[in-house]
């Protein structure tokens, strides 16, 4: 007999690429409430420029409290997934995506990776890992003769 609650729980894969988008869009509104709302309470942060493990929702508003006021989480104008891949097994799932951020007179370009869990009939995210490419610009160059592993 199927489970009851399968026709309730929604695919990660079709769950989470909209979620980040609501989150990109959150993030540039400067909406933390409706970013943290995708985020476990317990969630595991690497953000650049910080060099510590960040715990939970209060590690997060620790990392906020310390950033200055001309920080570019405050001056980005946009913000752009590209190349989204997300995969679950059960009740966990993984996306990684690269990010596009354009900031006043600069772009950064992201490799993000995250892990998410299935809460009822939603996703959270537990773990974020941002790794910024410095000098890097999108979409990627690929070097003549350069293979895949």
């Known amino acids: 007999m199927p489970d009851a609650d399968a026709a309730d729980q929604v695919r990660a894969e079709d769950y989470i690429p909209a979620a980040f ?9 400067g909406d933390t409430g409706a970013l943290d709302s995708y ?3 317990d969630i595991t942060i690497w953000i650049p420029p910080e060099p510590a493990l960040s715990f939970g ?11 200055p006021a ?6 980005a104008t946009s913000v752009a997934v590209h190349d989204m891949l997300v995969h679950s097994h059960q009740d966990v799932a993984w996306a990684r995506h ?7 007179g600069e772009t950064e ?9 299935r809460d009822g009939a939603r996703w959270v995210q537990v773990h974020s890992h941002e790794d910024l490419l410095a000098g890097v610009s999108y979409p990627f160059a690929t070097a003549a003769g350069s293979a895949s592993a």
């Open 21 to 29: 988008e609501r989150i990109y869009a959150a993030f540039l509104a």
């Open 39 to 41: 985020l476990d309470t």
């Open 57 to 67: 929702l209060a590690g997060l508003d620790a990392i906020r409290a310390r950033r």
């Open 70 to 75: 001309d920080s570019g989480v405050n001056t």
């Open 98 to 104: 690269v990010l596009v951020v354009e900031l006043a």
């Open 109 to 117: 370009v992201m490799r993000v990776t995250s892990v998410w869990r």
